[in-house]
């Protein structure tokens, strides 16, 4: 298997369907070089700056038998076109009564650390799943990212890739075959007895690395990595915290109304899990504020390893 | 070229269905047989129909939320039109939509749209399919005056005039955008100005007058067929009722505009205009016409109350598509 | 006390702070006839439909000075000035590090039951609480929204008023004198000992007619108003579940990372909360789909007093 | 009237701090001690300083995510902008904004801004507040090319046109938004063109002549101040360095195109303009001008590093006003 920039396995997914089908197309405001290379100008199209209507048009050229694939680059840029997101595309195929089909394709970079300060630092894809409508994926390695791409651009539906951008450079191991990976299965990235952590993107691995600490300490740390927000694989979250009895969600947004909370509930809210749980459920999340550019700040702000770890000591103490 | 004496009739009768179905949904909504929100198109229905008769079936369009005109015009089946007013299992939507959700892909009607602007995108997008197709198929947005002072209709003929998309932008300037006139908000007399932003041609039509209408909409598909690009076309028209049809609904209008401009009626216009070409139309053609339209209204009630109600759980299909 | 409707009771709240402060102007796309008489249409404009532009010209004009209102009308035409409301307004104070205060008052109305389908039905105040920055009331009484609509008039920061369209002809009393509702208060609408329902906006009416069913039962039911989303008022809502033991609660949002994902976490999450927890959560809330047209297919997906009395008994055979 | 040979010194002086400060920041950005994203405007100063100097301090500006020069030109202080870009306690955001989010509402800067057209309708609601005012204030959007096909600039133009509002709208029209040339977006030549669609002045004017920008921007402000409403300025211009300072960022830009802007770099057009006004300037003055800004520039990162980080705690304070 070769080793694979996550950014670039995003690539890869994008070119191999493109062969596979010729009516993908991609619009963005930068056009991806080596897209336009092998592609051409008429199937990966630099635009205006024009957000709200290339989302508009993926779902017209959508239900025209094309398969849009519209990179908003960064999450930030979505909420011009946030209209056509939540009152068109998440709606459209029901409210017409499942007459046509709208698979779209939108993928925009989420989280922060890069000093971009408040409008360019933002991961709110807790504001998409309540949405009905839509499917969300959040991929935390360079196989998943693939994987996940290419089911997301095999649905026919309209289903947004949220990709932390500290994730791009990270590489992994990623096979030279095709394969996707379904909509709705978690990933558990690391067995284990005393506790669940749930974690979020590049959460996933500092998680990875507070179980790693907590090993030697005694600690059993499973992480659980759901990779779609929407559908979420609430009974794999929820059989690890029957198995473990307490649960640690990290996440690099926010908590409030966060994905964090959505997957503290499907918990608390489940009587049998329930049951099982032995301690309060804990969020290790970004600080609710905008993320500010001073490095000592934005640090602060962001949760990491230490505060995972720390979080799980503190269920482990109740 | 005028359009033959026949297509003239075929026009005369959409324009009288799309009056007569609104004029029926009206009393059914009263009644309580239609629920939500309905907004009615008529004093309007030769832009619409000006315009579709210029289409092929697989020609594209996008309506807005005064939508039964263009759903109509492409060709719509009343029935499945009523039963989704009435909200029923046999309506297009399946009960889901209601009045500002009625689409009919499979004739290339993309739907009525509840966003003021909000459909001006997607029809681009459309146009886009169209125009990698390489079919020679057109796109038709129409979309209100109102809708011009939004976002999106600046984003959307930027692309559409850079790309060179089959597409006509059909503005049906009615003169008011809810209880506000466009006087207050437009800062042009003239939308059609807003085309030399874009570099490209801007039409004004009397909107109640189906000829011109389908004149100036044959010339810009031809355009566009041809490969040189976007028409906007500004429609001057008037809805003669108030913004939606619920009681008591606020009209911020006078009532003197309201008289002239039911004074310049496109349906009696173009009767009269049959009837003046010698010997195309008799007042007794005129009211056999109506009488079929008015049954075929009635037809599409009964079969719209034949229709049962969804199921409550249906509530939950159609989230997604397989 | 007058009687007064929760629509007038709106109306007044402008009408009297517009009469005390020069600087409150009104926009939005229709102008609401009353205030135009009184204020003039210098001070209650109405707008081209542009509502981005509307929201950004009242972070503009609140920055030099002015304390503007604008109504958004229905939430649904938020989303297309959600750039604004997001990248701007929520961040504009903080990203500047505090140098001009942004006193705002955005309106909108939220929830179903009027046929109106999906586009005009929707009740997304969970998306914006994610977002750091904002203050979101979302009142169930005349009363209250009159108090906090001058609470948030008066507030130096974007505020948004979620106002349920099912309560606009609902009357309540209103008392005459000037009053106002501190932000972060709920307010306990009905004593109660086995249960705590936390109910938002339309809900609270019938989470009380749920509760008086329950009470024939023999089972006492606390109902509590959050009445502000942002700030949310925690202690109040987990010294209730201290009291009672359990929750549930009840919105007409979809629950999928809602206003009531929040709620509950806020309550599994504080260790002491939890240790006096008998039961699971339970969020009774609307389906997680759009709204449909069709009178049975909507009534079906909101939550009403039988389906509340009925996730009370859950929790309580539990 | 040409501005006086002070006036035209101040704003050589301007142009060239600009100029200064960016180079200054390039290279501390390099070194590490700048952060994020830096977007360079060096070869644009001739519009905000041509612009801001008809301004007076009441008036508002806002800018863009290429934002220092509309800071320098408005008056920010360069010391705490600098420090601002170290992300240091005593910056105009006590560390929280960085480069592309610099205010001074002391003197009628609102901020840079980087969200493409994002401040087109916040400085919007400053010229209604300035119209409300009545003291004869004005307000200046500045913003690029890209932004000028985005639904905000339509919206803000025609409310401001409708309103009459004391605003100027000037275009940077750089002819470049990021990695995608104007050439291939734009659906028209002038973007002054799209005026039209307002009914509202459209002037197109070299971006590289300050005096010419001066001119023009006076004639906009006189007309604003005076009640007649909003111009939009386009002005061509060029930057010279990539998009932002990131090291590695592609450029898809041609070499001479690039060599071809830099010949008609304005602050050399200006020391040439005021060497040939004989007697105005000797090349000693404007070695002893540069001096001193290098001067400023440089006693502004002294202050910078002489002021401390914000406390991490301090990320908590600012979230809202009290
Ligand atoms: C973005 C948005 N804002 C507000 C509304 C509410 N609204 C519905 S129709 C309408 C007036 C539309 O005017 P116009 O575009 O001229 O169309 P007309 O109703 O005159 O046909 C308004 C303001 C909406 N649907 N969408
Ligand atoms: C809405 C939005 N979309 C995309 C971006 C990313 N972006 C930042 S600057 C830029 C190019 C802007 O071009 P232009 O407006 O011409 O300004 P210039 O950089 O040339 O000064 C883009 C696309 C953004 N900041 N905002
Ligand atoms: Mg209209
Ligand atoms: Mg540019």
Known sequence: ?318 | MAPSPQMQRDMLRQMQTIRRFEERASDDYHAGDIYGVVHCYIGEEAVAVGVCAALTNEDKIIGTHRGHGHCIAKGADLKRMMAELYGREAGYCKGKGGSMHIADFSIGMLGANGIVAGGIPIVTGAGLAAQMDGQGRVAVSFFGDGASNAGPFHESLNIAAKWKLPMLYVCENNLHSAQTPASQTLSVEDIAARAHGYGIPGVIVDGNDVLAVHEVALEAVARARAGDGPTLIECKTYRWRAHTERPNQPDSRSEEEIAKWMKKDPIARLVDHLKTQQGQFSDAEWEAMDAEILQSIEAAVTFSKASPFPAPEAALADLYAD
Chains 1, 3 share one sequence.
């Open chain 1, 1 to 318: 298997m070769a080793e694979v920039s996550f950014f670039q396995a995003g690539m890869d997914a994008l070119a191999e369907e493109m062969r596979r089908d010729a009516k993908i197309f991609h619009l963005s405001t930068d056009a991806p070089y080596p897209l336009v290379d092998e592609f051409g100008e008429s199937r990966v199209r630099a635009t205006p700056i024009a957000e709200s209507a290339l989302t508009g048009m993926a779902i017209g050229a959508a239900s025209s038998g094309y398969r849009p694939i519209v990179d908003w680059r960064q999450v930030t840029f979505a909420f011009v076109a946030m209209d056509q997101i939540v009152n068109q595309a998440a709606k459209i195929h029901y409210m017409f009564g499942g007459q046509a089909n709208f698979p779209i394709l939108y993928r925009a970079s989420v989280s922060g650390g890069g000093r971009a300060a408040a409008q360019h630092s933002q991961s709110p894809y807790s504001m998409f799943m309540n949405v009905a409508g839509l499917k969300i994926t959040l991929a935390s390695t360079p196989y998943d990212l693939k994987g996940l791409l290419k089911t997301a651009i095999r649905d026919n539906n309209p289903v947004i890739s949220f990709e932390s951008n500290r994730l791009y450079p990270m590489k992994g191991e990623v096979p030279e075959e095709d394969y996707t990976i379904p909509f709705g299965k978690a990933d558990i990235k690391r067995e284990g007895a005393d506790v669940t952590i749930v974690a979020l993107a590049y959460q996933v691995h500092e998680a990875l690395a507070a179980a790693q600490t907590l090993a030697d300490e005694g600690v059993s740390a499973e992480v659980l990595d759901p990779r779609t927000l929407v559908p979420m694989d609430s009974a794999a979250i929820r059989a690890s915290v029957r198995k473990t009895g307490r649960l640690v969600i990290a996440d690099e947004a926010g908590p409030t109304a966060g994905a964090s909370a959505e997957i503290a509930t499907l918990v608390t809210e489940d009587p049998e899990t329930f049951a099982c749980l032995k301690a309060p459920v804990k969020r290790v999340c970004a600080l609710q504020v905008p993320i500010p550019y001073s490095p000592g700040m934005e640090d602060h702000v962001f949760p990491d390893r230490r505060r995972i770890a720390a979080g799980v000591r503190a269920v482990l103490s109740f």
